[in-house]
């Protein structure tokens, strides 16, 4: 069960960093949420979650930084390295259920062409 961990080599975590992503990073939108992905030199993808006041109060955003980050976890072993991804959720992402979570990041998983060839 080791591969469905999430430890901190895989989080984006300093402003810097968010800020370089937002900034020179190709974004790719959905109409719940959107990726900031840019290409690094490390063998790792790593990701930072954004979650904004306009969503709800600190109850509300926690849940859906706890969704996001239970998604990422469960399929990072199916991602493509060398990228920083920032994921920003909408407002309508907030009243979504599990399963649309996974149905918007695996869409724009494939949008940004982050996911690993199949054989």
Do not use: C
């Not at 080791?2 to 402003?15: A, D, L, R, T, V």
């Not at 109850?59 to 199916?78: A, L, T």
């Amino acid at each position: 069960m080791k591969e469905y961990k999430f430890p901190k080599k895989y989080k984006i975590k300093s402003k810097k960093e968010f800020q370089r992503v937002y900034e020179k990073g190709q974004s790719v939108v959905d109409g719940m949420s959107v990726f900031y992905v840019l290409p690094s030199e490390n063998e790792k993808i790593k990701i930072g979650f954004a979650v904004g006041k306009k969503i709800g109060n600190a109850v509300v955003r926690n849940r859906v930084k706890r969704m996001m980050r239970e998604i990422f976890r469960k399929h990072k072993n199916e991602l493509k390295g060398n990228k920083r991804v920032v994921w920003v959720a909408r407002q309508r992402l907030a009243l979504a259920d599990i399963k649309t979570y996974e149905r918007v990041f695996l869409r724009l998983v494939k949008k940004a062409s982050l996911m690993l060839d199949r054989i």
